[in-house]
C-alpha cells in the first residue's frame, strides 16, 4: 500500500550511459516532483508536474529530462551519466495546485544512484 | 535567494534528554514550515506542519515545534528522546506567493541526532 513508489531502489551503472527512475503515487495527488540529494544530505528540488505540465525546472542540465505520462507518474530520464550524478534521488507528491503551496508533500523511498 | 539553515548537524544525547534542533530561514514574505525525519534507510516522513494560527504546532511521536515570525525560526523540540528518535531531520520551508508556483520546498541541510541507550 506504498503511497509514494519508486523504481529501483539501487542504481549503480557505468559514466556515459543513459539510465531511467520511475515514481508511481496512489494518492490521487495533481503535482508530482523530483529532488536530489547529494553526499551531504542536502535535498534541492529538480522538477514539478502539476497534471503532466511542467511547473518548476530548477537549473538542472538538460541531460535530466522528467517525464508524466500521466499525472500518477513523473518518471526521471538521464542522460550521459556523470561521476556528480550520484546521489539520492526522492520522488515526491500533493495535492498543490500551482496557485497554492499549502500543502503536505509525500516522499517516496528513494532510488541510491551511483555512477562509477 | 531563500535559504534554510539549521545549526547543528549532528546532535548526540542519552536517552531521555530534552532535544531542541534549530531551524532559520531568509525569506520576508509568508511562509509555510515544516519538520521532515528520515529513519536510516528510509524515506522522508512529515513530522509536523504549519501554516498559520497557532505558532506552537504539535506533531506525531511527541515532537513539537515553535514559529518565531521576529527571528525567523522554527525549533524542534521533544521533552525527552527515545532510542528510536535516531534518524536525520530536515527543515523545510516554501513561500506562499504567486511566484512559488507548485510549492517548491526549500531544505536546510538536516541534522543528525543519535541517541544512546
Known amino acids: 500500500d506504498t503511497a509514494v513508489s519508486q523504481t529501483p531502489k539501487y542504481l549503480v551503472t557505468q559514466m556515459g550511459n543513459d539510465k531511467s527512475i520511475k515514481c508511481e503515487q496512489n494518492?490521487?495527488?495533481?503535482?508530482m516532483y523530483w529532488y536530489k540529494q547529494d553526499s551531504k544530505k542536502f535535498l534541492k528540488i529538480m522538477f514539478s508536474?502539476?497534471?503532466?505540465?511542467?511547473?518548476i525546472n530548477e537549473t538542472v542540465p538538460n541531460r535530466f529530462s522528467p517525464k508524466s505520462p500521466d499525472k500518477a507518474h513523473l518518471n526521471l530520464h538521464i542522460n550521459s551519466l556523470e561521476l556528480g550524478d550520484s546521489a539520492v534521488y526522492f520522488c515526491?507528491?500533493?495535492?498543490?495546485?500551482?496557485?497554492?503551496?499549502?500543502?503536505?508533500?509525500?516522499f517516496g523511498p528513494g532510488t541510491r544512484l551511483l555512477v562509477l | 535567494a531563500q535559504s534554510v539553515s539549521q545549526h547543528n548537524h549532528h546532535v548526540i544525547l542519552s536517552e531521555a534528554a530534552s532535544l531542541e534542533l534549530g531551524c532559520n530561514y531568509s525569506?520576508?514574505?509568508?511562509?509555510?514550515l515544516f519538520w521532515y525525519v528520515q529513519y536510516p534507510g528510509q524515506h522522508l516522513q512529515l513530522l509536523l506542519k504549519?501554516?498559520?494560527?497557532?505558532?506552537l504546532v504539535k506533531g506525531i511521536k511527541g515532537f513539537e515545534a515553535e514559529f518565531i515570525k521576529s527571528k525567523f525560526s522554527f525549533n524542534l523540540r521533544k521533552p525527552s528522546v527515545q532510542w528510536s528518535d535516531t534518524a536525520e531531520y530536515f527543515c523545510?520551508?516554501?513561500?506562499?506567493?504567486?511566484?512559488?508556483?507548485?510549492?517548491?520546498?526549500?531544505f536546510g541541510q538536516g541534522t543528525e541526532l543519535s541517541v544512546k541507550p
Open positions: 515526491a507528491s500533493s495535492q498543490a495546485s500551482p496557485a497554492d503551496s499549502q500543502e503536505t508533500q509525500y
Open positions: 494518492l490521487g495527488h495533481d503535482t
Open positions: 508536474y502539476n497534471n503532466k505540465e511542467l511547473i
Open positions: 525569506y520576508g514574505g509568508t511562509v509555510n
Open positions: 504549519y501554516f498559520s494560527g497557532d505558532p
Open positions: 523545510a520551508v516554501n513561500e506562499r506567493s504567486v511566484y512559488n508556483q507548485g510549492g517548491k520546498l526549500i
